[in-house]
């Protein structure tokens, strides 16, 4: 492709885009595109905003301040889990966890919720202690075991991710800074 097709083809997405109502439609149009021809698009891992000085109506100049690291927001766990796009019954657990810790702000979940938002959209798993048995034997560990409520081993159980789980899923979003402090574990692993 040369660089004249290239800059008329970008044009034509500026302009496509443009037309649209939101950023909300806007952000479908182009995953709809990514997924048409299977391009993988990494996510930022900030917000693209130059620091830079405009001069106001009234002749004071205003400064930019410089661009805040952003995390992508997730309306829905289907979002989530579309962006993430795990291929493995564990990736797609700990998907479902970061959507409850992370995305939802729960600072522990049952296995069963996991499992009921995985079997929802369609991505079961086929045994959800199995996975969350493989993610605490990691090392580091991904995922810890916070309670059990019951005596038989069917009870569900109630886990935490840890800064490493949480790591795993914000690696796989694109997400390559540290994790936010708001999401670490008070005992972070070393």
């Not at 400064?63 to 795990?86: E, G, I, R, Y």
């Amino acid at each position: 492709m040369t660089v004249d097709a290239e800059i008329q083809a970008m044009t034509s997405v500026v302009s496509a885009l443009n037309g649209l109502e939101d950023d909300a439609t806007r952000a479908r149009v182009l995953r709809w595109a990514a997924e048409r021809f299977a391009i993988s698009v990494p996510v930022p891992n900030t917000a693209v905003t130059v620091s830079d000085s405009t001069v106001n109506d009234d002749g004071r100049t205003r400064t930019k301040s410089p661009a805040v690291p952003t995390d992508p927001v997730f309306d829905d766990f289907v979002d989530l889990f579309d962006a993430v796009d795990p291929k493995t019954e564990l990736d797609k657990v700990l998907t479902g966890a970061y959507w409850l810790q992370a995305v939802n702000a729960q600072p522990s979940w049952q296995s069963a919720k996991v499992n009921n938002l995985l079997k929802d959209t369609g991505h079961g798993v086929s045994n959800i202690t199995t996975s969350l048995t493989s993610a605490q034997k990691k090392s580091p560990a991904l995922v810890r075991q916070m309670a059990k409520s019951g005596r038989a081993a069917q009870s569900w159980k109630t886990y935490k991710l840890t800064t490493s789980g949480i790591a795993y899923i914000r690696n796989k979003l694109g997400l390559t800074g540290g994790v936010p402090v708001v999401l670490a574990d008070d005992e972070a692993e070393s």
